[in-house]
T-cell receptor
């Protein structure tokens, strides 16, 4: 149990589907993150939220839509994705993104396949 | 984020061996982190480094924050089968982490 729980663990969707990824952190942290992990590539930061406010949108296409209703929950809404969006999507949280020692703790990820 | 150059890309280990990997950057960082990712799981933090020159251990793992603040290395001593996985370095100056592409460690047959 890492303290960051992601559901579902696996998701297969067609290009016209709408689905959502969910992340919940049980660590009392104030910041949450979405990353995309593709094979043999570094993790790519997508979105950052601090106290439910979005502080980073890293040039992510609008077919990815984040939502942070409170500091413990983070969603990633998916709509009309492309096959190249297939990847492992990781959620992370940290105590306070403004501190110098901003350690991020990751969930197990959602393995997404777009057909 | 900045690009980190992590090497080697992959390595084979034999049980009992010491292994080493490193990470370099063209930019300086205030924090260096090392994570390990097992198949089907997310990255797990191994060691965090906050000061140039710092040498920190976590069991059989030892990591150092380079003096120039542009590099870090990770050593694994007396490797065991469960050391297999992907090891990532990450550097940061604020809330953003810049990751290396990972070093894949597998067991030599």
């Amino acid at each position: 149990e890492t303290g960051v729980t992601q559901t579902p663990r696996h998701l297969v969707m067609g290009m016209t589907n709408k689905k959502s990824l969910k992340c919940e952190q049980h660590l009392g942290h104030n910041a949450m993150y979405w990353y995309k992990q593709s094979a043999k590539k570094p993790l790519e930061l997508m979105f950052v939220y601090s106290l439910e406010e979005r502080v980073e949108n890293n040039s992510v296409p609008s077919r990815f839509s984040p939502e942070c209703p409170n500091s413990s929950h983070l969603f990633l809404h998916l709509h009309t994705l492309q096959p190249e969006d297939s990847a492992l999507y990781l959620c992370a949280s940290s105590q306070d993104f403004r501190t110098a020692k901003n350690i991020q703790y990751f969930g197990a990820g959602t393995r997404l396949s777009v057909l | 984020g900045q690009q980190l150059n992590q090497s080697p890309q992959s390595m084979f280990i034999q049980e009992g061996e010491d292994v080493s990997m490193n990470c370099t950057s063209s930019s300086i960082f205030n924090t260096w982190l090392w994570y390990k990712q097992d198949p089907g799981e997310g990255p797990v933090l191994l060691i965090a480094l906050y000061k140039a020159g710092e040498l920190t251990s976590n069991g059989r793992l030892t990591a150092q924050f380079g003096i120039t603040r542009k590099d870090s290395f990770l050593n694994i001593s007396a490797s065991i089968p469960s050391d297999v996985g992907i090891y990532f370095c990450a550097g940061s100056n604020d809330y953003k982490l810049s990751f290396g592409a990972g070093t894949t460690v597998t067991v030599r047959a």
